[in-house]
């Protein structure tokens, strides 16, 4: 075993896990603590670009303060000073990549494609709610462990809200995987939390369809088919994809940031529903997929505000699910009672014209008493109708 093989004097390097242009990853063990760890080193030509030293240690920083079972655990990081390589050391996972998936089976069974979006969403929705951005979510970094829990891995290319740290790329360059980068980040613009959603939206649409949503050779190309085409519905592809599964990843692929979901964690909802069966409404006119799916037991009501442009999607309600089926309407949604009471009230109104205009032209001598009517609620409303009618009709 020679100096070059061991990592700050106790994690002792084994075989190649995988490798890029900024880092290569080792199967790795650490001999304090007795297990096997993940060690990512920066690429040795790097580690004299103040840069990209700045992005490997953002991404251990970033990716340290996130605990959550479906995040890649982050153990140490820093600098191995007989060598000069820049090191994070992170929990190893036992299993295969998305990436891996989809070369061995090319698409994946609904159910297993989307239990492993649900987990994604659940690890995003957690860095999202502490301030992390991923900005490079792709099948190649959402790994299944052998006992199959997701795991979202390598925030090398994550950004902290208020990080003071300047951006790295030059003005008009993006990072991450073209097929997966949101319009805006295409555009160059910065990314934000519907940017990851976006990625997780063509992830879904790839493991679902076995292809992706857009087809492009270069980043050019992918912009533009962005701007001015729409990838089919997933259950155009394929007929036994639930019509909600497909309108929920429709929405992840929205054009506008604001018209997709608000947050991973009601993507995760919205999927959940169409799974199990919720449809919805469409308005054809329009031009972008909006969900807002009804409350049930299992996942509460989602309610973004609808951009004007979006295709309006209203809930239609589905088969009852296990957990005891869909919740009535949402509150401020006149009711069956509420309607029932309308019709009371448009009925006493009509009958009172009928017996006033009887009192009027024939009832002899007939003059019909008149006073104002007004209630506070329904029920005072119909009551003081009937009185009404009572005086008129002595």
């Known amino acids: 075993m020679t100096r070059s093989e061991l990592i700050a004097g106790r994690y002792e390097l084994g075989e190649r896990l995988g490798f890029g242009g900024m880092s290569t990853v080792h199967l790795a063990f650490d001999r304090r603590l007795e297990r096997q760890v993940a060690v990512k080193l920066l690429a040795e030509h790097l580690a004299d670009d103040p840069a ?21 655990q982050v153990f140490d990081f820093g600098l191995d000073e007989p060598s000069g390589r820049h090191f994070i050391v992170m929990e190893y996972i036992r299993g295969k990549s998305g990436a891996e998936l989809l070369r061995e089976h090319g698409r994946l069974e609904q159910a ?16 999202h709610r502490h301030g992390v951005v991923h900005r490079d979510v792709k099948p190649g970094n959402l790994l299944r462990s052998e006992d199959g829990v997701v795991k979202l891995a390598d925030f ?9 740290v300047s951006r790295i790329t030059q003005v008009g360059s993006v990072l991450g995987t073209a097929a997966y980068l949101s ?11 519907q940017s990851d959603i976006y990625s997780l939206g063509v992830v879904a649409y790839q493991l679902l369809a076995g292809r992706l949503p857009y087809e492009a050779q270069s980043l050019t190309e992918l912009a533009l088919k962005q701007q001015r085409e729409h990838p089919p519905m997933l259950d155009e592809l394929d007929p036994s994809i639930p019509h909600g599964v497909a309108q929920a990843v429709a929405r992840a692929l929205a054009m506008e940031p604001k018209e997709r979901f608000a947050s991973a964690a009601e993507m995760r909802e919205a999927l959940a529903a169409g799974a199990a069966g919720h449809t919805f409404a469409e308005d054809p006119t329009a031009r972008t997929s909006v969900l807002a799916a009804d409350p049930t037991t299992a996942t509460r009501a989602l309610r973004p505000d609808p951009p004007t442009s979006a295709r309006r999607l209203q809930p239609v309600p589905g088969p009852p699910t296990p957990a005891g089926g869909y919740a009535q309407p949402a509150a401020g949604q006149p009711g069956r009672a509420r309607r029932l009471a309308r019709l009371a009230l448009l009925l006493l109104v009509l009958a009172a014209l009928a017996v006033g205009a009887w009192f009027a032209f024939v009832a002899p001598g007939g003059g019909v008493e008149l006073r104002e009517v007004d209630g506070g609620n329904t029920a005072e409303t119909v009551q003081n109708m009937k009185e009404l009618i009572d005086e008129n009709t002595r």
């Open 52 to 72: 990209f030293v700045s992005r490997f240690r953002r991404e251990a920083l970033a990716a340290a303060r996130l605990v959550h079972p479906n995040i890649v």
């Open 156 to 164: 090398g290319i994550a950004k902290a809200k208020g990080d003071a």
């Open 112 to 127: 297993e494609a989307l239990q492993i979006v649900d987990q994604a969403c659940r690890g995003l929705d957690h860095a």
């Open 183 to 193: 319009p805006e980040q295409a555009a160059g613009e910065e990314a934000t939390p």
